[in-house]
T-cell receptor, first 109, second 115 residues
Framework: GQNIDQPTEMTATEGAIVQINCTYQ??????LFWYQQHAGEAPTFLSY??LDGLEEKGRFSSFLSRSKGYSSLLLKELQMKDSASYLC??????????WGAGTKLIIKP | SAVISQKPSRDICQRGTSLTIQCQVD?????MFWYRQQPGQSLTLIAT?????????ESGFVIDKFPISRPNLTFSTLTVSNMSPEDSSIYLC????????????FGEGSRLTVL
């Protein structure tokens, strides 16, 4: 079966750095997405990785290792507004988007 | 980016009734999808809305319960039929454009509560 694992919840301090991990087992791979979802709102796109390595976008960066079936989302200089759920999703060989359950990130002052 | 408008944003419904959710995109998208997200859970794909033909449903979802229309490239509706409390959820419309990497744009969601 297809599976995406990410931690259920993480806590970090304002101003610090946090890394959210995602491991996947899917039938094929055509890319990995990270989305941010604030409570009561729709998900918004953060990043897309299809090749191994690091993609940086401001305070957020995403890393992919296809051989390990692993991705991580790194958030720097955490702000209170970063409190949200972070969803990892993988495009399989049929271009079906497989979603993880999401990681709820709690930022404390 | 694409802007997707969804309505209603929320509704409280009686058991046994049906509700239609509308989704309007501001630009043409090649694919439109309907998702359900139950409290504290991730997104579950209900179906892919196909222009001018029947939607493609995922396992566990059927047309009689969730009829979907997509008369053109920028508009789709999802009906939740004969509702029960188990249908209480957030329903999200999303779209993807030709040539994009696969990024999905989401509507604001419709929060349904069935009493």
């Amino acid at each position: 079966g297809q599976n995406i694992d990410q931690p259920t919840e993480m806590t970090a301090t304002e101003g610090a750095i946090v890394q959210i991990n995602c491991t996947y087992q899917t039938s094929g791979f055509n890319g990995l997405f990270w989305y941010q979802q604030h409570a009561g709102e729709a998900p918004t796109f953060l990043s897309y990785n299809v090749l191994d390595g690091l993609e940086e976008k401001g305070r957020f960066s995403s890393f992919l290792s296809r051989s390990k079936g692993y991705s991580s989302l790194l958030l720097k200089e955490l702000q209170m507004k970063d409190s949200a759920s972070y969803l990892c999703a993988v495009w399989d060989s049929n271009y079906q988007l497989i979603w993880g359950a999401g990681t709820k990130l709690i930022i404390k002052p | 980016s694409a802007v997707i408008s969804q309505k209603p944003s929320r509704d409280i419904c009686q058991r046994g009734t049906s509700l239609t959710i509308q989704c309007q995109v501001d630009s043409q998208v090649t694919m439109m999808f309907w998702y359900r997200q139950q409290p504290g859970q991730s997104l579950t794909l209900i179906a892919t809305a196909n222009q001018g033909s029947e939607a493609t449903y995922e396992s566990g979802f059927v047309i009689d319960k969730f009829p979907i229309s997509r008369p053109n490239l920028t508009f789709s509706t999802l009906t939740v039929s004969n509702m029960s409390p188990e249908d209480s959820s957030i329903y999200l419309c999303s779209g993807k454009r030709t040539g994009d990497t696969g990024e999905l744009f989401f509507g604001e969601g419709s929060r349904l509560t069935v009493l």
